[in-house]
């Protein structure tokens, strides 16, 4: 069992940056791959980043590549989402979640956070 607690979220202008955290309760924070996904209000939940167990490999969405950056850190069981250049389209509340593999695919994710509201203004 592991459970997720996201933090970080907020009220941002456009091209302001935010980082959101989520911290994982559980030893084997580190056996999981951690993924990023977002839902905006009215629209379906979309995937936004992942990263592998240990940390060497990412993936992100083409909507966010090169303005976000997934990282973790298996000491403290917590992984980041660094959010730059933020655009008004980015607001959705953000949810983390854990899997057994490094995927993008929503239904392998196993364990979820209850996700934190980002909000970008322009």
């Known amino acids: 069992q592991v459970q997720l607690v996201e933090s970080g979220g907020g009220l941002v202008q456009a091209g302001g940056s935010l980082r959101l955290s989520c911290a994982a309760s559980g030893r084997t924070f580190s056996s999981y791959a951690m993924g990023w996904f977002r839902q905006a209000p009215e629209k379906e939940r979309e995937f936004v980043a992942v990263i592998n167990r240990s940390g060497g490999i990412t993936y992100y969405a083409d909507s966010v590549k090169g303005r976000f950056t997934i990282s973790r850190d298996n000491a403290k069981n917590t992984v980041y989402l660094q959010m730059n250049s933020l655009k008004p389209e980015d607001t959705a509340v953000y949810s983390c979640?854990?899997?057994?593999?490094?995927?993008?695919?929503?239904?392998?994710?196993?364990?979820w956070g209850q996700g934190t509201q980002v909000t970008v203004s322009s």
């Open positions: 979640a854990a899997s057994e593999t490094t995927t993008v695919v929503q239904v392998t994710y196993r364990y």
